[in-house]
């Protein structure tokens, strides 16, 4: 029992962080998308036309290519920037089905940026609703082994290494207590090499502050489990969380209702109840655009609620 406690722990940890940043809902569940293009995918199916004369070149070339690809998911003969440009627009605007199908064609390519874009639509196909277990867990690995590859390729990517640690996570899930502790310290690894090598990635700053904050609360029963099995199991304290959530919101402020909430709950456990209140107000007070933030929202309501 104590076992199957610490894998959703474990589980938690990068799992739920890594449905970071900004989110589309679409086929009756969230989809979270780290992207810059987020702003105008709310335009385009909120109606708002208007808004796309406003839009910068990269965003108006995403969207040419989008309606290139909506006759057929496979396009041929584009430029390495043509492709990523498309690729990055499907991806703004949750099209993971013919995202994944695009990036197909180049899973034999020695490019980092099209096999860690490949690894993470395999990762979104996985995670959709419908989909059976054998082929989620064939999906699972094989984004496993497009961001590996994309590494061998290309060492210094920051997003390949990103990518590395979450869809190491995943496999996790299929490999028991010993391998999703043993992979505990090479996720924490490659976020760390992401945010050396991109120290503006606010969500890489964040989903490291969760690892931390999830090894933090561990209750003690669950350390013993991990005692059993590793000489040292993966320790950290609400400190270290707290300087990474601090990092992502210096770097990227207001980018995400979960890291405000975080923000408050990670003061409330160092015993700081006036800053944990603040920013669990803050969390409380953030626009509810998405399924996350909306659970956010209820969460700081809930302890907010607790400590008034």
């Not at 610490?6 to 890594?18: E, H, K, P």
Request: hydrophobic fraction near 40%; proline fraction near 3%; charge should be neutral.
């Amino acid at each position: 029992m104590a076992g199957t406690v610490l894998i959703r722990c474990m589980s938690r940890t990068l799992l739920s962080a890594a449905h970071g940043a900004k989110g589309f809902r679409t086929r009756g569940t969230t989809r979270f998308y780290w992207t810059t293009f987020r702003r105008t995918a709310i335009a385009l199916t909120s109606g708002r036309a208007a808004f796309l004369v406003g839009l910068p070149t990269l965003s108006c070339l995403g969207y040419e290519a989008y309606h290139r690809v909506q006759s057929s998911a496979v396009v041929h003969a584009l430029e390495k920037e043509e492709v990523l440009e498309q690729a990055d627009y499907l991806y703004s605007c949750a099209e993971t089905e013919k995202l994944y199908q695009l990036l197909l064609q180049y899973k034999d390519s020695d490019e980092a940026e099209f096999l860690w874009r490949l690894a993470r639509a395999s990762r979104d196909m996985a995670l959709m609703p419908d989909m059976e277990d054998k082929q989620k867990k064939e999906l699972t690995f094989e984004g496993f082994e497009y961001v590996k590859k994309a590494l061998e390729k290309d060492e210094k990517c920051s997003a390949a290494h990103k990518w590395y640690a979450i869809c190491l996570s995943d496999v996790g899930d299929y490999l028991g207590v010993k391998g999703k502790i043993g992979n505990a310290y090479i996720i924490r690894d490659h976020l760390e090499k992401a945010i050396e090598l991109n120290p503006k990635d606010a969500t890489s700053l964040h989903i490291l502050g969760y690892w931390c904050f999830a090894f933090a609360e561990l209750p003690w029963y669950q350390r013993k489990v991990a005692a059993v099995i590793f000489s040292s199991p993966p320790v950290s304290t609400y400190e270290e969380a707290l300087q990474f959530f601090q990092k992502a919101e210096e770097v990227d402020p207001n980018f995400y209702s979960k890291n405000l909430l975080m923000l408050g709950k990670t003061y409330l456990s160092m015993k700081e109840k006036e800053k944990g209140l603040l920013f669990l107000t803050r969390a409380k007070e953030y626009p509810a655009h998405t399924l996350e933030d909306k659970e956010v929202h209820k969460e700081a309501v809930e302890l907010l609620k607790k400590l008034v």
